[in-house]
């Protein structure tokens, strides 16, 4: 292995400039809690090339020494292609080399000895492309700068050690099967895992199964593991390309392949892994032991918990196999008989094809229509046949033209052998995109799935990767994969090919994913979801998409193994605040990866010579809006706009649930004109400006947190400015918000944003108490600035951005109102909690205990507790908890109000609310011990109707409803 001699210079020592404005806007999409969390003792800011605090060649040396000189220096793999390489002349350049690795660039064989070169190609940055001219000059670009080669658990000990102590970026790259970029990344250190190549048979025992396995090393592909169970007359579950690393990002993503919809996802097949913690210790994780890490390292993102060094997986006596593969081609003429027949094998064909165990890749281009292959495990070629000939009959019916041809091997390995033969896996030439499409959309929405279809693939290619995985575990909860995953009918990835000659095309090539192919599926699939190993890297909400319900969870196992973010990748699950800094300016879609790629990734900043020119100001805040204006937010989508603009929930951001109807038709009603005015206002402003909203990609959190607070607080500042000298409830309400914003502003000024958290119950009192929360951030954080972050002698702890999320915790009752878990979910978007849910009927003290021992920074928590409510009579603003309750300190801004002041404020400000409080409740509990309030029953034929709880007056008579 080769051992550096000199240390490699990046792109920015040869004096290209660093734009972090790609880098943090593009990745830094949402953050999981407010700020600050953890970096008491570390500086925000990761160490680069070129800054004082880089270790010098000496240190790099003992490194080398201490891996056995396993230490590699990063020579692009591009470089035999020109001339200069960092900046002097180049004696690698070789021109039948070049021409040797044009040949073969697409290929995976070509990169997988190379222990940084991505496969993805956008994620090198075109800094060393093999097409460009000799005399372009070879940069790192976005490779690692050195990478450690491990072969043994203590060379990547050492290299998480050494990461931790001179505050560098690691990267974990096995195979570099990636889409997303995370196996590579600028000025970073690589730990391979690509020679960890043991494997062995062993016979599993314990409560969950029971039965042979194989212990695969992570570096092991999926031709080594199918050959090696093969020769053992056993299976296991892999994935399509033979040479993906199985312990990976593979396995940690989700994991499809061949045999998925006979066994389940890869993820499924984990027995227990081998790990190294950011605190270097070795770990086995498992059904009972670290059971917590063992369930997010199946599903929930690889490079980001612990550096996986084994797993164990179940495997299965081997068995036949059938494939099937059909060609019908597009003639120009036939397309509209072509894609109702598209539309046919979707609905009819791969419903019962998939629940017998086949997986079934089919692809719709430009050329037409392929299924290659159906691969049908424990079936014959005639009984694939048999599932096949619905479509058959529909070509013929149609007067199609098509081929067809079905095969059967005695075993899986044979039969992968040709199919893998028989395809081409050309990995890096294409953009990427796609979405998961679940089976009642296919079955009872085909039409308008066909013509998502026809559009994308009339312009790329598209290919539905199909099967049914939901059979394989008891919940979908088992495992941390997507929950969505278990409802899918088809995968799509779809692409559209990289111009390696033309990087300003390739750029435009992603645009068209992202602002246009992708959003054709997500039109027919709302609330949906991506396989988070094949999507656009630029997904907007990603934490949604890729992990559902999953991600808070996720979120709280990182921090638990990894409190101080050692491990990054970038979409996964991670702490993203600490990587925001005071700069948030949104990135274009057009930017793609020059702005992005070219520079620095999350979290590092400026040299000393980089800093804004001297006497620069960083742009000033944004004066709040008038009443009558909205506020001056980037470019969003249209729900994004309402969202921001005006945060109050409106019926086209709700999730569909019933019991929501009657709500959603009187805000509708109440607030339709004024949203639509503010948005077409907003869409105004932006084609003025030359912009359009989907020419921001993804939303930039903070921005939009930004954007509610200061449309929250222009609200509550035009009520206090409000004249209410003829209404005496308003004018007492008035005093109550300013005394509840003296509370809240104190307890700003104490703690940071991560040492808060609010008590979070859908409630009407917690309500208001979130809105006046919201509203008073933003004079406690400096304005954004346009200007690059202060250099790495700047990046104190006490740096502060502003948050992105609030932190929240909703106690969930026994017996809990669906309307009510459906309004905290809501709302919970609407307003950008963080918010963690408790186990239902699980007891307050014992949640909270568990809650603050999960979010150890939290050290006060909002509470809307008022004097009526029980045991609040005696409280005072600031209150810290006493007896055997876990310590932390209750603050109670809205104490004093009354319950006529509380309704007051909510439809003053016209703040959308539980639908429970419309049918009568007045206070709110689980539906074992909360009625509507006797108090406003109106009677009204032979059934009994309720007035609404604003209706009510007396403090006295709120809790007449609770038992």
Known sequence: MTTPKHQPRSSIASGSSRKLVGALSLFAVIAAVGVGRFWKDTPNCRTIPGDASWPGQSIWDRLNETVGGKLIATVPIAAPCHKTLYGEPNGLFDEDACAALRDNWFLPETHLPHPSSPMAYPFSNNSCNPWLDADTPCELGSHAVYTINATTASDLQAGIQFAKEHNIRLVIRNTGHDYLGKSTGAHTLGLWTHHLKSIALVQYDDSTYTGPALKLGAGVEGLEA????????????????????????????????????????????????????????????????????????????????????????????????????????????????????IGSFIKETLPPLVDAGAFVVWVVAPFGFMVTPAIAPGLTSAQLDEFLQPTIDTLNSAGLEFQYASEQ?????????????????????????????????????????????????????????????????????????????????????????????????????????????????????????????????????????????????????????????????????????????????PLPAHALVADLLSTPDLGLCPREDEKAEPGSEPEPEPEPA????????????????????????????????????????????????????????Q?????????????????????????????????????????????????????????????????????????????????????????????????????????????????????????????????????????????????SRTYHLDLATSRQGQDMKAALAEYLAEMFAVKAVF???????????????????????????????????????????????????????????????????THPNPALKAESGKEAQFRPAYELVEDREERLGRD
């Open 226 to 341: 199918h050959t090696f169970a093969d020769a053992n007359g056993l299976l296991v579950v892999g994935g399509n390309c033979p040479t993906v690393g199985i312990a990976g990002g593979f396995i940690q993503g989700g994991g499809h392949g061949p045999l998925v919809s006979k066994y389940g996802l890869a993820a499924d097949q984990a027995l227990e892994f081998e790990v190294i913690t950011a605190d270097g210790k070795i770990l086995t994780a498992s059904s009972s032991k670290n059971s917590d890490l063992f369930w997010a390292l199946r599903g929930g993102g690889a490079g980001t918990f612990a550096l996986v060094t084994s797993v164990t997986m179940k495997a299965y006596p081997d068995t036949y196999v059938s494939s099937a593969s059909l060609t019908v081609l597009n003639n120009g003429a036939n397309a509209d008989a072509l894609y109702s027949a």
């Open 409 to 585: 091997s005695p075993t899986f390995l044979e039969r992968y052998h040709t199919i893998t033969k028989a395809t081409s896996w050309n990995v890096s030439d294409y953009n990427l995109g796609g979405r998961l499409i679940s089976r009642s959309v296919a079955v009872n929405d085909t039409d308008n799935l066909v013509e998502a279809i026809r559009h994308i693939s009339s312009q790329a290619l598209m290919s539905g990767v199909s099967y049914n995985v939901a059979h394989s575990v008891s919940s979908p909860s088992d495992v941390a994969v997507n929950p969505y995953f278990r409802e899918a009918l088809f995968g799509v990835a779809l692409g559209n090919p990289i111009n390696y000659e033309d990087w300003d095309a390739t750029l435009a090539a992603q645009d068209r994913i992202t602002n246009d192919l992708v959003p054709a599926l997500e039109k027919v699939t709302p609330n949906g979801a991506s396989y988070l190993s094949e999507a656009d890297f630029r997904q907007a909400n990603f934490q949604q998409t890729f992990y559902g319900e999953h991600y808070a969870k996720l979120l709280a196992i990182k921090r638990k193994y990894d409190p101080a973010g050692v491990f990054y990748a970038r979409t996964a699950p991670y702490d993203y605040s600490r990587l925001y800094r005071n700069y948030t300016t």
């Open 626 to 681: 008038s009443a009558s204006e909205p506020l001056p937010v980037p470019p969003m989508t249209a729900d994004q706009t309402i969202a921001a603009a005006n945060p109050t929930m409106s019926p086209s951001n709700g999730n569909g649930t019933a019991g929501h109807d009657q709500h959603q038709q009187r805000h509708q009603h109440q607030h339709q004109e004024p949203l639509a005015q503010q948005q077409q206002q």
């Open 683 to 827: 869409q105004s402003q932006q084609q003025s400006n030359g912009d359009h909203p989907d020419d921001w990609t993804p939303r930039n959190m903070e921005a939009d947190m930004r954007a509610l607070c200061h449309g929250l607080k222009t609200k509550v500042d035009n009520f206090l400015a409000a004249d209410t000298a003829d209404d005496d409830v308003l004018r007492a309400v008035q005093r109550q918000v300013r005394e509840a914003k003296g509370v809240i502003d104190k307890a700003l000024s104490q703690y940071r944003p991560d040492e808060l958290a609010l008590s979070y119950n859908g409630g009407k009192d917690c309500l208001v108490l979130l809105i006046l929360i919201l509203a008073s951030l933003p004079p406690h954080f400096p304005p954004p600035s346009s200007n690059p972050p202060p250099p790495l002698s700047s990046c104190a702890p006490g740096t502060t951005p502003f948050p992105v999320l609030l932190q929240a915790i909703y106690i969930r009752p026994a017996a809990p109102f669906p309307e009510v878990d459906d309004f905290v979910a809501e709302s």
């Open 863 to 929: 509470v809307g507790t008022r004097r009526t409510d029980p045991h609040g009579a005696n409280l005072r603003h600031y209150q810290e908890t006493d007896g055997d309750w876990p310590r932390f300190m209750r603050i109670h801004p809205v104490i004093d109000w009354h319950y006529r002041e509380i309704w007051a404020f909510i439809r003053a400000l016209e703040i959308p609310y539980c639908p429970l409080y419309d049918k009568g409740y007045t206070s709110l509990g689980g539906t074992d011990d």
